[in-house]
């Protein structure tokens, strides 16, 4: 039966990629990209994901290629496994076997360090030269702020790429207020 109009479903979402998955990686791309582009608003793309809004809370991130499930399976890890006070969107669900998408935590994008430092109590200078700092083992007369601890804590963890932190476009805002990292797939 076409799906075409009907509204989204994430279980149907679900189950058009378990039965697809058994064809091919990119088929189940595919599918799944048809499905969510006819349902939800695009409202992102990477060079590895495009990203599709669920509500105000839950974005769907879906792989573009075979390669960038990685990413995925990336962020679905370090989620999972990184502590409470990561400062990170965090992955509500993801495809089976494969993670050809995620769901993640929305966050408000910021898209300049103008809004970074609305948001924050920081600039972005002041944070990026921190964890630069922290990142090259060099003690600061500053003390860290908690974001900046927070992030170093994330970075030595998970083994994240720096230039993937210190871009202002990979963070954002959630609803409650705190700042997160919603781009951290790409890891070393
Ligand atoms: N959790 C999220 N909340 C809101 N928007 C997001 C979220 N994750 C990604 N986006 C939007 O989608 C775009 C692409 O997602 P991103 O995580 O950067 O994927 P890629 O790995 O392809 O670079 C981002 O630039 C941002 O605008
Ligand atoms: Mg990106």
């Not at 992030?151 to 959630?174: M, Q």
């Amino acid at each position: 039966m076409p799906d075409v109009g009907s509204a989204f479903s994430l279980e149907r979402l679900n189950a058009l990629t378990e039965q697809s998955i058994g064809r091919s990686l990119e088929e189940a791309i595919d599918i799944a990209t048809t499905y969510a582009s006819e349902r939800l608003q695009h409202i992102g793309a990477g060079s590895a994901r495009n990203v599709y809004a669920i509500s105000d809370d839950l974005v769907l991130k879906i792989a573009r290629n075979r390669n960038s499930i990685h990413q995925n399976a990336a962020e679905a890890k370090i989620s999972k496994s990184t502590a409470a006070n990561a400062p990170i969107a965090r992955v509500i669900q993801r495809a089976r076997p494969k993670s050809v998408w995620i769901v993640s935590q929305r966050a408000t994008p910021f898209n300049n360090t103008s809004a970074f430092e609305e948001a924050s109590d920081q600039t972005w200078l002041s944070f990026e030269t921190a964890v630069r700092a922290g990142m090259g083992g060099k003690k600061t007369a500053e003390p860290r702020s908690k974001l900046v601890q927070a992030t170093l804590n994330l970075v030595y963890d998970h083994g994240l790429d720096l230039p993937d932190v210190i871009d202002v476009k990979h963070w954002g805002v959630l609803h409650d207020g705190s700042i997160v990292l919603f781009d951290y797939g790409e890891v070393e």
